[in-house]
């Protein structure tokens, strides 16, 4: 069964603060504070080669190029939307990834990127 997580972000304190939440149990505790959390993306069951999670709206460094995790709708799949000199274009995300992808920060939280 795949993990569930999403990273909200607390926005009624003075430096909003991201969370990782972890499970239906650890969802169902904030539920009474859902309305100032943001949605900050959701882990869908792929990590990098260092082990770390990646959520919707994360930055990876690829072979191919420096993306965007994103969510196509019409398509029902998770994607690297590519922006550099090298990589142009867009590209559907799965666990063939895991070795070639590294996250470098997410559109939440400042970045290298």
Not at 12 to 19: K, Q
Not at 23 to 30: L, N, S, T, V
Not at 79 to 85: A, C, K, T, V
Request: some cysteine; glycine content about 8%.
């Amino acid at each position: 069964m795949r993990e569930i997580k999403f990273r909200v972000r607390r926005n009624d304190i003075e430096n909003p603060t991201i969370y990782i939440l972890e499970g239906f149990e650890d969802i169902a505790k904030w539920r009474d504070m859902a309305d100032v959390l943001e949605n900050c993306g959701q882990y869908f069951g792929l990590k990098d080669k260092n082990g770390k999670d990646v959520f919707v709206g994360d930055f990876l460094r690829t072979k191919y190029g420096t993306g965007q995790v994103c969510w196509d709708e019409q398509y029902f799949q998770f994607f690297i939307l590519f922006d550099s000199e090298n990589a142009d274009g867009s590209e559907a995300l799965d666990v063939s990834w895991s070795k070639d992808i590294e996250v470098i920060g997410n559109i939440y939280e400042v970045s290298e990127v």
